[in-house]
């Protein structure tokens, strides 16, 4: 079983400062490990992902994740937010066995960028 | 490359209709596609799983002679909204995947039902 945890529904952060959204997973196997983000009224865009690597995970749009095993965490960072990285973000996990590889999704989380 | 599209991106029908939402990747072949629905302001929730060819799996709770999925081909799944009412309105996502670990999202499908 698999299950993702995203602490914090709505964060708002000031342009130009650090980005900070909280995933927390659990699985009863090795994960693979996602972050996805939506704009209003759009599908979900990969950010990044976590396939057994390296556990510090760079992405698209200046972000990073890091792979925290001991901690079961997967957060992802932006040194300095944008007013384009408002949107929301999910956190998500799959097993990497073939038969396991569907998505569980966290409950998201929005980010606003105050001016 | 790894585009998925959906058609149509936006629906309004009577109560009581059927719809259908497609699901096509367009520049690769895909073994597996998914449909979400996601409520307003919430995560998205896995209603079914199709292989190219097979049954779909649905989920625990999901009506599977109401949400009719098909996947005939490798880049095509539908998911076929049957006597729709006004709780189906929501926003349909699919995701199509490859043999490796990615999935990669359509951009949706808002249904409105009257």
């Known amino acids: 079983a698999q299950s993702v945890t995203q602490l914090g529904s709505h964060v708002s952060v000031s342009e130009g400062a650090l980005v900070l959204l909280r995933c927390n997973y659990s699985?009863?196997?090795?994960?693979?490990l996602f972050w996805y983000v939506q704009y209003p009224n759009q599908g979900l865009q990969l950010l990044l992902k976590?396939?057994?690597?390296?556990?510090l995970v760079k992405g698209i749009n200046g972000f990073e994740a890091e792979f925290k095993k001991s901690e079961t965490s997967f957060h992802l960072t932006k040194p300095s937010a944008h007013m384009s990285d408002a949107a929301e973000y999910f956190c998500a996990v799959s097993g990497i066995r073939s038969s396991a590889r569907q998505l569980t999704f966290g409950s998201g989380t929005q980010l606003t960028v105050l001016p | 490359g790894a585009v998925v599209s959906q058609h149509p991106s936006r629906v309004i029908c009577k109560s009581g209709t059927s719809v259908k939402i497609e699901c096509r990747s367009l520049?690769?072949?895909?073994?597996?596609m998914f449909w979400y629905r996601q409520f307003p302001k919430q995560s998205l929730m896995l209603m079914a799983t199709s292989n190219e060819g097979s049954k779909a799996t649905y989920e625990q709770g999901v009506e599977k002679d109401k949400f009719l999925i098909n996947h005939a081909s490798l880049t095509l799944s539908t998911l076929t909204v049957t006597s729709a009412h006004p709780e189906d309105s929501s926003f349909y996502i699919c995701?199509?995947?490859?043999?490796?670990?990615?999935?990669?999202f359509g951009p949706g499908t808002r249904l409105t039902v009257t």
């Open positions: 995701s199509a995947k490859t043999e490796v670990y990615e999935q990669y």
């Open positions: 520049d690769f072949q895909a073994t597996t």
């Open positions: 699985s009863s196997v090795p994960p693979y």
């Open positions: 976590y396939t057994s690597a390296a556990t």
